[in-house]
């Protein structure tokens, strides 16, 4: 394929730079004016050639390092051979050479291969992060229809759900914990950012065990108790432990007198262990690190 005007040569004249990589020169076909004797001009870029120079033809190479065209036909006849001597040959990826001082071509173009190879591999990795996530999505997410929406169940929270049925305040801190036990209470007027009640209050024992147990209430009002927790740091297997969460199950559930000793049992029977359940539609809950029982709505 012969180079198309204004494309350097490489020093020997049997390569030509096609702005991505060094193309050989293809001896020009018959009948074209090289083969008619009419020479074909010089590559450009050279102009101290002052003969003109046509590529070899297929067969053995030209000697490395030097450019011999051959003597045209024609008028230029008795014209001597030109020899010049030929820069070094460099191979077909190497730039053409630059002057001291000018940054090599070759070191930009491959900067910039770099750089879009970099881009390239990012711009994949996002695709692929993209078309994965929209394939987990399609998977795992319900199917969108145009049925109406189903009912809510009978017992949908409300309002009155949100607190422990027919517990006060003074039924827990008052009767149960200061009247019958000397339990001392003491208020906080700040909410609790646990379950968003408006108001809490603390109760420990006047005994040589005030710092070991501990019985808190969270409430919005005086009969809209929303959570109550016992605490005990004296260990696991221990008898007041066992007592205090046993006796709490059985004053929550006082208003309803048929619960009251099976909540009392479950809480005496689950008082070391983690465990769950629901009565009289207050949930209770046992963990043994830390030791403690909690009482919220169950819903």
Same mark, same amino acid.
């Given at each position: ?9 490489s020093p020997?004249?049997?390569?030509? $730079?096609?702005?991505? =990589?060094?193309q050989?020169v ?8 090289a ?5 074909v001009?010089p590559?450009? /870029? ?34 001597? +051979? ?11 990826? =190497? ?8 940054a ?25 992060? *993209? ?5 987990? /999505? ?26 422990l ?9 008052? @009767? $149960?914990?200061?009247?019958? @036990? *000397? ?13 968003g009640?408006?108001? /809490? ?16 209430? $969270? +409430? ?12 005990c740091?004296?260990?696991v ?11 709490m ?11 009251r =000793?099976? *909540?009392?049992k479950?809480? /005496?029977? @689950? ?7 629901a ?15 909690? *009482?919220?709505?169950a819903?």
């Amino acid at each position: 394929m012969a180079a198309p005007s204004g494309r350097p040569y490489s020093p020997d004249g049997r390569f030509w $730079w096609d702005g991505r =990589a060094w193309q050989p020169v293809q001896p020009p076909p018959p009948g074209s004016p090289a083969q008619q004797g009419l020479g074909v001009p010089p590559p450009p /870029g050279f102009p101290e050639q002052q003969h003109p120079v046509v590529p070899p033809p297929p067969g053995p190479a030209a000697r490395q390092g030097f450019s011999v065209p051959p003597q045209p036909p024609g008028p230029h006849a008795a014209q001597p +051979y030109a020899v010049r001597q030929g820069q070094p040959y460099a191979p077909p990826d =190497a730039a053409a050479p630059t002057p001291p001082g000018v940054a090599s071509p070759g070191r930009r173009r491959g900067t910039g291969v770099f750089v879009l190879v970099t881009v390239g591999t990012l711009i994949a990795a996002l695709a692929l992060g *993209a078309v994965t996530g929209a394939a987990i /999505g399609l998977a795992t997410a319900e199917p969108v229809t145009d049925a109406s929406a189903p009912a809510f169940p009978g017992r949908f929270p409300t309002a009155k759900q949100r607190y422990l049925p027919k517990v006060t305040v003074d039924m827990v801190a008052v @009767n $149960w914990l200061q009247a019958a @036990n *000397a339990w001392t209470c003491a208020k906080s007027a700040a909410p609790d950012p646990l379950t968003g009640a408006k108001m /809490g209050m603390i109760c420990r024992p006047g005994d040589a065990a005030r710092h070991q147990m501990s019985v808190s209430i $969270w +409430y919005d009002g005086p009969d809209k108790v929303v959570s109550v927790k016992a605490g005990c740091k004296l260990g696991v297997g221990t008898k007041a432990c066992t007592s205090l969460f046993a006796k709490m199950a059985d004053t929550l559930l006082s208003p309803a007198r048929s619960l009251r =000793a099976k *909540a009392e049992k479950w809480a /005496g029977e @689950n008082a070391d262990r983690a465990a769950v359940t629901a009565i009289g539609g207050i949930r209770l809950q046992t963990s043994p690190r830390p030791h403690s029982m909690e *009482a919220v709505p169950a819903i």
